[in-house]
C-alpha cells in the first residue's frame, strides 16, 4: 500500500543514503514477514506488508537508532543473538503450549493407550501453532528419553538426542514441507517412494505437510494410497488453515484437532510473561492492545509485540526499554480502539462527513475497509455485552464509552445496529471496490439507523426554546435571544451528568430535566425557577450535584423571574410542533378534512431524538 515501489514519497534515488542502510540493518522487515506480519489483521488473503512506521521514523530522525537490535539475515547464526520472538519462544513441551489443552489431552490419551492414528490433521487459524504442535507430536512420538530407554511420551524429554534433532530441524527421520510450494504430484512421489524404506535412526519417519490443502488434485490421489495403506513406521501429520479444501476422503484418514484461537486474556499473560524473559518493560494497556490485535494467534501477537519492542528500542528516552500504549496504538492503526470508538460515535451521532473522513484515515493507515467494519461490529457485540452485566474492556477509555453506550442505547438498537453491520460486512466482502462499498454501507447505517442523537437534540432543544415560547408564551421578550444559548448549554450539562456513570447520577438528571427551567447559566452559576406544581426547595441538591459530577464550586439560585422550558417540556414542544407539521401536511390535511372525527395517536416506536434518547435499556 503506502510502501510500494511507485510511493512518491520514497523516490528511488533516495535508496543509497546512510538510511538506507540503516533499513536494512534492521531486524524486522525480513524476519517479521517470515513471522507472519503480513496478514496482522487475520486475513487470510496476502496483502502489501502495511509496516511503513519503523521507516518513518528512521527518516525523520536518522540520528537516533544507534543501537538497532542486531539483524539475523536469514538462517540462525549463532555469534547473531537476535531472534523474532515468534521463533525464539517457539514451545518445546506440550505444556508452553498455551490455550490448546483439550487437544493436548486428547492426544496424551491417544499416546498413553497406543491408539495413534497415521495421519493427523492439525486444523485452526493462522499463527495457533499447528506447525507447532506437529513439532511436538513428532519429538512425543519420537523421543526416547534422557537415558534412551523411553517410549512414546506426551511429555518428550527435550533432551535426547531425537528431541534436540527435531527441535533444531535437522532430524533425518523428521520431513518437513510446506505445501504451499510444492503442490505438484511430483513433490508428493518422492514421499511416497521414501516411506517404503525404513527409518534411518528414530521409532517413525514422520511427514509434516504444512498448509496441505494446497496440494493439487493429482497430488492428493497420490497421497491416498499411502494413507490407505501406510507402513506401520510412518506417520502422517498435516497442518491446515482450511480445512474445507480439503478432500473428504484425505479427511476421512486423518485424525483431526482443531486448535482454538487464543483468548486475549491469554494472549496477555503470555506476552507480560515474555516481556519480563526479554528485560523488556511494558504497560499492561500497550500488552493488552496487542493481545486484542492478535485475534487469538500468539504468533501475529509476537510479531507485534517485536516492532512494538524495535519501536520502543529506538526512542531510547527510558534507561529501559519500555513498550508504551500511545506508542502500540500508534503502531496498530486500526486496533487503534480510540478510532474504533470514534467511529461508532460517528456512526450513531449522525456525523456523515466525520465519518467518512474517519474511514480515509483508517483505510491511508493501511486498515482494510473489511476489517473496519469487522471492528463495528467487535464493538457493538462488546455494548451488547455490556448490556447484560460486566463491561469487557482492556483500557479504563474504552470500558467507560462502552458502558455509556450500553446505557444510552436499547437492546433493539444494538441488535438493528448488529444486523445492518453484518449485511455491511456481507457487501463489503464481495465488492469490487471494497472502500466504496464500506462507505456505503456505514452512511447507509448512519442514516437508518434509529440511534440517539444528543448532538441534534440539543439543536431541536434550541428550536423548541424558541417556539416553546410562542407555544406556551412561558418565555417572553426579556430573556430574548439569552434564553436558547442558555437552554443549549444546559442541554450539555444535563447529557453530560447523566452520561458520567456517577452513582445517582440518572435520577439527579431526571430530576433536572423535569424541574429545571434555566433562567441564567455560566460556569460556576445557575439561576433558576421550577414549572408549576414543584414547591420542593432543590437548591441544595443541585449544587452538590453539579459540584461532585461537573466538579468545580457551583452557586445555585432559586429566583422567580422566567426561565427556559424544562427539558421535558422542550422536548413536548418538540413533539407538539412535529404533530403539528405532520398535520399541515396536505396529505394530512386532506385526511382530516376527510375524517374530521381522527386523532392523531402517537406511534408506539418513539420520534427520534426525543423519549429514544434518554429511554433507558
Ligand atoms: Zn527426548
Redesign the pocket.
Known amino acids: 500500500m503506502s510502501d510500494s515501489p511507485d510511493n512518491p514519497d520514497t523516490p528511488p534515488w533516495a535508496d543509497d543514503g546512510p538510511e538506507r542502510q540503516q533499513e536494512e540493518a534492521k531486524p524486522s522487515a525480513a524476519e517479521l514477514e517470515a513471522a507472519g506480519q503480513n496478514s496482522m489483521f487475520g486475513d487470510a488473503a496476502p496483502m502489501p506488508e502495511p509496516e511503513p512506521v519503523a521507516e518513518t521514523v528512521l527518516e525523520s530522525n536518522p540520528a537516533a537508532p544507534t543501537t538497532p537490535p542486531t539483524a539475523a539475515p536469514k538462517a540462525a547464526d549463532p555469534a547473531q543473538p537476535y531472534r523474532v520472538l515468534a521463533r525464539k519462544y517457539r514451545p518445546q513441551t506440550f505444556s508452553q503450549l498455551i490455550g490448546q489443552e483439550p487437544m493436548v489431552r486428547t492426544l496424551g490419551n491417544a499416546i498413553e493407550r497406543d491408539r495413534l492414528a497415521h495421519a493427523f490433521l492439525m486444523t485452526g487459524v493462522r499463527g495457533v501453532g499447528k506447525t507447532s504442535t506437529a513439532r511436538l507430536i513428532a519429538?512425543a512420538l519420537n523421543?526416547?528419553?534422557?537415558d534412551g530407554q523411553?517410549g512414546p511420551t506426551i511429555d518428550?524429554?527435550?533432551?535426547?538426542e531425537?528431541?534436540t534433532a527435531i527441535a533444531e530441524g535437522r532430524h533425518i527421520d523428521v520431513i518437513e514441507m510446506d505445501a504451499a510450494s510444492h503442490t505438484g504430484i511430483d513433490d508428493i512421489r518422492e514421499i511416497i517412494e521414501a516411506v517404503r524404506y525404513a527409518t534411518v535412526s528414530a521409532r517413525f519417519k514422520i511427514y509434516i505437510i504444512d498448509e496441505v490443502h494446497m496440494l493439487s488434485k493429482a497430488a492428493f490421489n497420490g497421497l491416498l494410497k499411502t494413507l490407505e495403506e501406510p507402513p506401520e513406521h510412518v506417520k502422517f501429520l498435516f497442518a491446515t488453515t482450511e480445512v474445507e479444501k480439503l478432500p473428504v476422503t484425505v479427511l476421512s484418514r486423518t485424525q483431526r484437532f482443531d486448535l482454538r484461537r487464543i483468548p486475549a486474556d491469554l494472549l496477555h499473560k503470555h506476552f507480560a510473561y515474555i516481556c519480563a524473559e526479554e528485560g523488556v518493560g511494558a504497560e499492561d494497556e500497550a500488552l493488552a492492545m496487542i493481545a486484542a490485535a492478535a485475534e487469538g494467534s500468539v504468533r501475529d501477537g509476537l510479531s507485534i509485540l517485536d516492532q512494538a519492542i524495535a519501536h520502543a528500542d529506538m526512542d531510547g528516552n527510558d534507561a529501559e526499554t519500555m513498550v508504551r500504549a500511545a506508542k502500540v496504538r500508534d503502531m496498530l492503526g486500526l486496533a487503534d480502539r480510540g478510532a474504533q470508538r470514534r467511529l461508532f460515535q460517528y456512526l450513531l451521532e449522525g456525523e456523515p462527513q466525520k465519518l467518512l473522513d474517519a474511514i480515509a484515515d483508517q483505510y491511508a493507515l493501511g486498515v482494510e475497509p473489511l476489517a473496519l467494519i469487522r471492528s463495528l461490529m467487535e464493538f457493538t457485540h462488546r455494548v451488547a455485552v455490556g448490556q447484560i452485566g460486566e463491561v469487557d474492556a482492556p483500557s479504563e477509555e474504552e470500558r467507560t464509552a462502552i458502558g455509556e453506550w450500553a446505557e444510552r442505547l436499547s437492546a433493539g438498537q444494538v441488535h438493528r445496529l448488529w444486523q445492518l453491520l453484518l449485511k455491511g460486512h456481507d457487501e463489503v466482502k464481495t465488492a469490487p471496490d471494497p472502500l466504496v462499498s464500506a462507505q456505503m454501507a456505514l452512511l447507509r447505517v448512519l442514516h437508518a439507523a434509529d440511534m440517539p442523537d444528543p448532538g441534534k437534540l440539543a439543536k431541536q432543544l434550541k428550536d423548541a426554546a424558541m417556539s416553546g415560547a410562542a407555544a406556551t408564551g412561558t418565555t417572553g421578550g426579556a430573556t430574548g435571544g439569552g434564553a436558547p444559548s442558555a437552554a443549549l448549554a444546559w442541554g450539555d450539562l444535563v447529557d453530560r451528568i447523566e452520561n458520567s456513570g456517577a452513582p445517582g447520577s440518572l435520577s439527579f438528571a431526571g430530576l433536572l430535566k423535569a424541574q429545571i427551567r434555566v433562567i441564567s447559566l455560566v460556569p460556576g452559576r445557575l439561576e433558576y425557577t421550577q414549572p408549576h406544581g414543584y414547591d420542593d426547595d432543590i437548591a441544595k441538591q443541585v449544587r452538590q450535584g453539579l459540584q461532585e459530577i461537573i466538579g468545580g464550586r457551583w452557586e445555585v439560585v432559586r429566583s422567580n423571574g422566567e426561565g427556559a422550558p424544562t427539558f421535558y417540556e422542550a422536548a413536548e414542544a418538540v413533539k407538539k410542533a412535529e404533530a403539528e407539521r405532520i398535520r399541515n401536511h396536505p396529505l394530512v390535511a386532506a385526511t382530516f378534512d376527510a375524517f374530521p372525527d381522527a386523532q392523531m395517536v402517537e406511534s408506539t416506536e418513539p420520534a427520534r431524538g426525543t423519549e429514544d434518547w434518554s429511554r433507558r435499556a
Open positions: 519429538k523421543c526416547i528419553g534422557p523411553g518428550p524429554c527435550g533432551q535426547c531425537p528431541c
